[in-house]
């Protein structure tokens, strides 16, 4: 029973690093990311019947890629016999010309395949949410219980997004394929924006008990170092792999033994990842030697440097800070980022002058419910002196976050205004 366990085990975790690959070429060959899927998941339980009793293959990768595409001849078959070959395979009526079809399409770059089947989940048809549920499901390996419980959501509802979002995608009949120039540039952008949105979510999770989950900053690592390898003339995507490098490289210093979170001023950088640091920065000079002019996510990257170069939070350079905010704000126009400026601002030129900056956006109907304003003013209130008014700030912004952990860090610095 532990020996069949163990196999049961490495089948998985064999999946889940080979599925994205697996998935990837079946859509090419089929054209089609549900029925592609389904015949990833078809290999993956003759794995799991026939691995236990013959052990996992040298090459297991190649095993599961040749079951699934097995299993796609057999189903091209049965659908001709149904008379509905034409819609999955064009006009060849001879099986024996299938076999090769299949094979020189299964044996194409693998790179291009997996560019493909990236732009393919973050396509600007699905909304936000479903691409960032088809994206972990396809490129990250989730399950949907895993990913449910990610994003705190219940299962049934991702299992909707992401029934939807292939049909979506099959009633489009949204092509396999790599655009080129402006439209490929326009179709990065939701990409790197469900990659964020999936990374910040690991970063700082904005609901539940757990102040991190650092699972899903590895997922978004994993896929921003493959489209770095796939789109390697795009500054952005540079810049986004260099902002998650030297995020993630706070990982160990942001959460303390006891569980509670760990602000940025007071982490232990001794325990920051060096290696994610250097490889943060390379990807910066990267992004910089490709654009210049610098994006919003090689602006944001460029910001989380100056973090990482201080050795104490004493020699952070709040001033060149505060500057790369104000041309964030130009570039990437948003109140979230004003309001960063204003921290920068704060400490670089006072907690007064940043105070104004934050007063300014309280009346900014998109930062109504964000907890963070009143977060930010009442550190700000706090630092000139004002204790009730940062008090009344604290307990405002604890009663707007969803993270318990963020709440009782948000009441502690509410009490210690008393």
Same mark, same amino acid.
């Given at each position: 029973?532990?020996?069949?366990?163990?196999?049961?085990?490495?089948?998985?975790?064999?999946?889940?690093?080979?599925?994205?690959?697996?998935?990837?070429?079946?859509?090419?060959?089929?054209?089609?990311?549900?029925?592609?899927?389904?015949?990833?998941?078809?290999?993956?339980?003759?794995?799991?019947?026939?691995?236990?009793?013959?052990?996992?293959?040298?090459?297991?990768?190649?095993?599961?890629?040749?079951?699934?595409?097995?299993?796609?001849?057999?189903?091209?078959?049965?659908?001709?016999?149904?008379?509905?070959?034409?819609?999955?395979?064009?006009?060849?009526?001879?099986?024996?010309?299938?076999?090769?079809?299949?094979?020189?399409?299964?044996?194409?770059?693998?790179?291009?395949?997996?560019?493909?089947?990236?732009?393919?989940?973050?396509?600007?048809?699905?909304?936000?949410?479903?691409?960032?549920?088809?994206?972990?499901?396809?490129?990250?390996?989730?399950?949907?219980?895993?990913?449910?419980?990610?994003?705190?959501?219940?299962?049934?509802?991702?299992?909707?997004?992401?029934?939807?979002?292939?049909?979506?995608?099959?009633?489009?009949?949204?092509?396999?394929?790599?655009?080129?120039?402006?439209?490929?540039?326009?179709?990065?952008?939701?990409?790197?924006?469900?990659?964020?949105?999936?990374?910040?979510?690991?970063?700082?999770?904005?609901?539940?008990?757990?102040?991190?989950?650092?699972?899903?900053?590895?997922?978004?690592?994993?896929?921003?170092?493959?489209?770095?390898?796939?789109?390697?003339?795009?500054?952005?995507?540079?810049?986004?792999?260099?902002?998650?490098?030297?995020?993630?490289?706070?990982?160990?210093?942001?959460?303390?033994?006891?569980?509670?979170?760990?602000?940025?001023?007071?982490?232990?950088?001794?325990?920051?990842?060096?290696?994610?640091?250097?490889?943060?920065?390379?990807?910066?000079?990267?992004?910089?030697?490709?654009?210049?002019?610098?994006?919003?996510?090689?602006?944001?990257?460029?910001?989380?440097?100056?973090?990482?170069?201080?050795?104490?939070?004493?020699?952070?350079?709040?001033?060149?800070?505060?500057?790369?905010?104000?041309?964030?704000?130009?570039?990437?126009?948003?109140? =979230? =980022?004003?309001?960063?400026?204003?921290?920068?601002?704060?400490?670089?030129?006072?907690?007064?002058?940043?105070?104004?900056?934050?007063?300014?956006?309280?009346?900014?109907?998109?930062?109504?419910?964000?907890?963070?304003?009143?977060?930010?003013?009442?550190?700000?209130?706090?630092?000139?002196?004002?204790?009730?008014?940062?008090?009344?700030?604290?307990?405002?912004?604890?009663?707007?976050?969803?993270?318990?952990?963020?709440?009782? =860090?948000?009441?502690?610095?509410?009490?210690?205004?008393?």
């Amino acid at each position: 029973m532990a020996v069949t366990s163990d196999v049961n085990r490495a089948i998985h975790a064999v999946f889940r690093i080979e599925s994205m690959r697996l998935i990837a070429g079946l859509t090419r060959m089929v054209r089609d990311v549900g029925l592609a899927e389904e015949l990833a998941q078809d290999a993956l339980v003759k794995a799991l019947e026939r691995w236990p009793q013959t052990g996992v293959p040298e090459n297991p990768g190649a095993w599961l890629m040749a079951t699934a595409k097995n299993r796609a001849i057999d189903r091209i078959r049965r659908d001709r016999l149904a008379g509905r070959a034409h819609e999955e395979i064009g006009q060849d009526e001879d099986r024996q010309r299938v076999v090769p079809d299949l094979d020189a399409r299964i044996d194409e770059n693998v790179g291009d395949d997996l560019l493909r089947l990236v732009l393919t989940a973050c396509h600007p048809v699905l909304s936000t949410e479903a691409q960032v549920a088809l994206t972990l499901r396809l490129l990250g390996g989730l399950t949907t219980a895993e990913i449910a419980r990610a994003f705190l959501v219940p299962e049934p509802t991702i299992a909707q997004r992401i029934v939807r979002a292939k049909r979506t995608l099959s009633e489009a009949q949204v092509p396999f394929e790599v655009p080129r120039g402006a439209e490929l540039t326009a179709r990065l952008a939701p990409v790197l924006q469900v990659i964020y949105l999936v990374f910040n979510e690991g970063y700082a999770a904005t609901a539940g008990d757990d102040w991190m989950r650092p699972g899903l900053c590895e997922d978004a690592l994993r896929l921003g170092r493959i489209l770095a390898q796939l789109v390697s003339a795009e500054a952005e995507v540079h810049g986004l792999l260099a902002l998650m490098e030297i995020q993630a490289s706070r990982v160990r210093a942001r959460v303390a033994p006891s569980g509670e979170p760990v602000l940025l001023l007071d982490q232990d950088r001794a325990l920051w990842d060096q290696l994610l640091i250097h490889r943060g920065l390379a990807a910066l000079q990267q992004a910089e030697a490709l654009d210049p002019a610098r994006g919003p996510y090689t602006l944001q990257a460029a910001i989380a440097a100056c973090h990482a170069r201080a050795r104490t939070a004493a020699e952070t350079d709040w001033s060149r800070i505060a500057a790369l905010y104000e041309l964030l704000a130009a570039a990437a126009p948003s109140p =979230v =980022v004003e309001l960063n400026r204003a921290v920068a601002v704060g400490m670089a030129a006072g907690p007064a002058a940043g105070l104004r900056l934050a007063d300014a956006l309280v009346s900014d109907p998109r930062l109504l419910g964000y907890h963070l304003l009143p977060a930010v003013r009442g550190d700000l209130l706090f630092k000139l002196g004002r204790l009730d008014e940062a008090r009344s700030a604290f307990e405002r912004a604890a009663s707007l976050t969803r993270n318990g952990q963020e709440r009782r =860090v948000l009441l502690d610095r509410a009490a210690a205004c008393r």
